[in-house]
């Protein structure tokens, strides 16, 4: 709190506008210390200047808008609220609030077009025109039409070519708000996608291994003229913590008996920063051995559970309303056969209560057979049966492949979607222990460089973290041993093109029971002769005394002309009361002691000094 009112002006002319979300509850947090810290208990009151825009101040049942209503409560009981509401209509508002690169059978092969989402926040239908560039080139074209206060999404194809890079711009023509209308992404590496498949039970002559039925669905043999779009890695499970994860997209554990505490712990490390795990159980797992696991599966294994006898129906496969984007191609699919897959014998996965997982199949019985489980930036999927032909048919039936293609894509995608973030965002990189890093930089869009801080985790890896505070593509760049560079685009808030703004009626919802006021029809003013103290005596006051100095003089002299000096300076004072601070105020009153002072000089000059009655 200042009393300093020029400082405080020269303060917030030298703010700008940032392009991180609204953080209202922070700002009434500020506001609240004030007020509970200030020297005096003097009557307070707080002026609100805000957009108050809906979608940072509207009252919902979320914890930021639960706790400015609050705030606004508590500041209520100390001080006398006041709300103006500066925001800016605009007849046109397109904003890109999406740019999603479409690739072909992985999300890692070279992307063919790219989805771009346009929003209109106008009260008129827009035609949109969309340019994409890779780089500094136009590779893509279209034109969208988007309904009012709709969205709408197409897709535009992609030319590429050599040395275009991976940084990828979805564009509109500038409109009111400029920001909103381009949008950044990175396209997939164009190579192999890295599976690493653990097999918890090795090839026989009389049976297969576990892992080879997947390794056959994600990468058959090819011809010499055709490379396959996948890579796979077989290991055992003891060769699981001397392994690299860091190189691999996706990783599969199938049917392994048991998984070690350090395993565990280089598992979460590589899911957390964007790695995709599918864990396969089967009749190789033991309850005791997976302990260690628990702590990353979304739920506990309880039992098996079998058909009773062969004469009984067998359990089958039961996909829901087909909503997850795992099973999406197999809605009126029927001769897919995953309605027909017979499964013998599966884990039963009691999941827990707080989990965020969901369950994209189940089976008959309701018992979960596939979950996908978000942890950090990467994704975790179970799979409660097992991946070859010991409990089910399922990898003998044509719903197989897909599937196991559609999993690898769907945990692969976590390394791509960890590096879109939004401004105001943590940006955070891993280095594995061999690529350990000393030294980190982050290169915002504009070009600066600075250093960030590494703190090196209980798992042998390295974390670099940098605050994104700009729209744009941003790298954090690793120093020696080895060096490495992790890029992320970053785009504003898509809430934030959303320009529909509170009311009266509006604010009242945030705080029905606090008084306010609000100011609709404010008019900007400039200060004049404006006190920067509370203290003493108001400069106008010495002013009017200096004025009745003067004209006492006048009156001295010539009686008429102080009677007038008088009057005139009577006006300007009741200027002042009715104007306020105004400049015509100020200005009227320094006009009158101008000539009060020309009055006296001049008559001093003319007439002698004379005595009447008192005065000399």
């Known amino acids: 709190i200042s009393r300093d009112r020029p400082a405080v002006l020269s303060q917030i002319r030298t703010l700008s506008a940032t392009q991180e979300r609204g953080d209202v509850a922070g700002a009434l947090r500020v506001v609240e210390d004030s007020l509970r810290n ?14 108050f825009q809906s979608t940072n101040w509207a009252a919902s049942a979320s914890e930021p808008q639960l706790e400015v209503a609050a705030l606004l409560a508590e500041l209520s009981a100390h001080a006398e609220l006041t709300c103006v509401p500066v925001a800016t209509e605009f007849a046109q508002q397109l904003a890109v609030t999406g740019a999603v690169p479409v690739s072909g059978a992985f999300s890692m092969s070279p992307a063919s077009a790219v989805a771009v989402t346009v929003e209109n926040s106008g009260k ?19 034109s969208l039409t988007v309904p009012a206060g709709r969205a709408a999404t197409i897709q535009v194809p992609l030319s590429a070519a050599p040395g275009d890079g991976r940084n990828l711009t979805a564009r509109i023509p500038d409109d009111g708000l400029a920001l909103d209308n381009i949008r950044w992404a990175l396209l997939p590496e164009q190579r192999p996608l890295e ?23 994600l990468a058959p043999a090819m011809t010499a003229d055709r490379e396959s779009a996948v890579a796979t890695t077989v290991i055992g499970g003891d060769s699981l913590g001397n392994t690299d994860l860091d190189r691999y997209d996706c990783v599969f554990l199938c049917n392994l008996p048991l998984v070690e505490e350090a395993d ?72 897919a056969g995953l309605l027909t897959t017979e499964i013998d014998r599966y884990w039963r996965l009691k999941l827990s209560e707080k989990t965020a997982a969901e369950v994209l199949l189940s089976y008959s019985t309701g018992d979960p057979a596939v979950v996908d489980c978000p942890i950090e930036s990467g994704r975790l999927f179970v ?64 070009g600066d460089i600075a250093e960030v801080p590494v703190t090196v985790q209980p798992d042998g890896t390295s974390l670099a973290a940098a605050i994104a505070l ?94 007038a000096a008088l009057v005139l300076l009577g006006g300007a004072v009741l200027a002042m009361s009715v104007g306020g601070r105004s400049q015509l105020a100020a200005g009227g009153l320094a006009a009158a002691l101008f000539t009060a002072l020309a009055l006296t000089l001049f008559v001093r000059t003319r007439w002698p000094a004379r005595r009447r009655g008192n005065h000399v």
């Open 38 to 51: 200030r020297e005096r208990a003097l009557p307070a009151e707080v002026i609100l200047i805000s957009d």
């Open 264 to 335: 565990v712990a280089q598992l979460r490390a590589y899911v957390a920063g964007g790695g995709g795990l599918v864990v396969a159980l089967g009749d190789q797992v033991q309850p005791a051995g997976y302990r260690p696991l628990q702590t990353l599966l979304p739920g506990e294994l309880d039992q098996i559970v079998s058909s009773a006898t062969p004469a009984d129906e067998p359990m089958r496969l039961e996909p829901g309303d087909y909503v997850h984007p795992v099973i999406q191609p197999f809605a009126g699919n029927p001769d």
């Open 124 to 142: 008129l239908p827009v035609e949109a025109p969309i340019e994409v560039f890779i780089g500094d080139r136009v590779a893509g074209a279209a």
């Open 470 to 563: 700009s729209a744009g593509i941003h790298r954090l760049q690793a120093g020696p041993p080895r060096d490495s560079v992790a890029e992320f685009a970053v785009n504003i808030d898509p809430d934030e093109s959303r320009l529909e703004f509170l009311d009266r009626a509006g604010i009242t919802g945030i705080m029905p029971a606090q008084p306010f006021r609000y100011l609709s029809d404010w008019q900007p003013t400039t200060p004049a002769l404006a006190s920067t103290r509370r203290d003493g005596l108001p400069p106008a006051l010495l002013l009017v005394v200096l004025g009745l100095l003067l004209v006492e003089q006048i009156m001295s002299y010539r009686f008429r002309l102080g009677v």
């Open 383 to 446: 799979v409660t049966t097992s991946l070859d032909d010991q409990w089910s048919n399922w990898a003998l039936w044509p719903s197989f492949v897909p599937i196991i293609h559609e999993l690898t894509r769907a945990a692969a995608e976590g390394a791509t979607t960890s590096r879109q973030s939004l401004v105001g965002d943590l940006l955070v990189e891993r280095f594995s222990p061999d690529k350990f890093a000393t030294v980190v930089n982050h290169q915002s869009p504009d």
């Open 195 to 217: 599976v690493l498949l653990v097999s918890g039970r090795p090839r026989t002559s009389d049976r297969r291994g576990a892992s080879d039925f997947v390794q056959l669905a």
